[in-house]
Nanobody, 124 residues
Framework: QVQLVESGGGLVQAGDSLRLSCSVS????????MGWFRQAPGKEREFVAA????????IYADSVRGRFTIARDRNVNSVALQMNNMEPEDTAVYYC?????????????????WGQGTQVTVSS
């Protein structure tokens, strides 16, 4: 089975930076495209960023473009989300997701594997 584990969440102040990581283990069929989603209390799950496994293509939500960067980590089987100039509105549980097949997508329905999430809290 495929397992995703997020790490790096925590409490920061507005304007600070935080880096999340997602490690992928288990059996995979070819390379997976990876995405980050988040969900705040009382809000719907929303797309944050996605990257093709070969790192040639990336997409971002309008709310984070220019502040967040998704990239493959030093580990080939890991992806990272670098979050800069964070805002209180970024407070949420952040989920790592994996999608079979080529291409990147902002639609959660295309992602078949999910991590348990990591809490990110930004104080004002």
């Amino acid at each position: 089975q495929v397992q995703l584990v997020e790490s790096g969440g925590g409490l920061v102040q507005a304007g600070d930076s935080l880096r999340l990581s997602c490690s992928v283990s288990g059996r995979t069929f070819g390379n997976f495209d990876m995405g980050w989603f988040r969900q705040a209390p009382g809000k719907e799950r929303e797309f944050v960023a996605a990257i093709s496994w070969d790192a040639k293509n990336t997409i971002y939500a309008d709310s984070v473009r220019g502040r967040f960067t998704i990239a493959r980590d030093r580990n080939v089987n890991s992806v990272a989300l670098q979050m800069n100039n964070m805002e209180p509105e970024d407070t949420a549980v952040y989920y790592c997701a994996a999608r079979r097949g080529p291409g990147v997508s902002d639609d959660a329905r295309y992602y078949g594997y999910w991590g348990q999430g990591t809490q990110v809290t930004v104080s004002s």
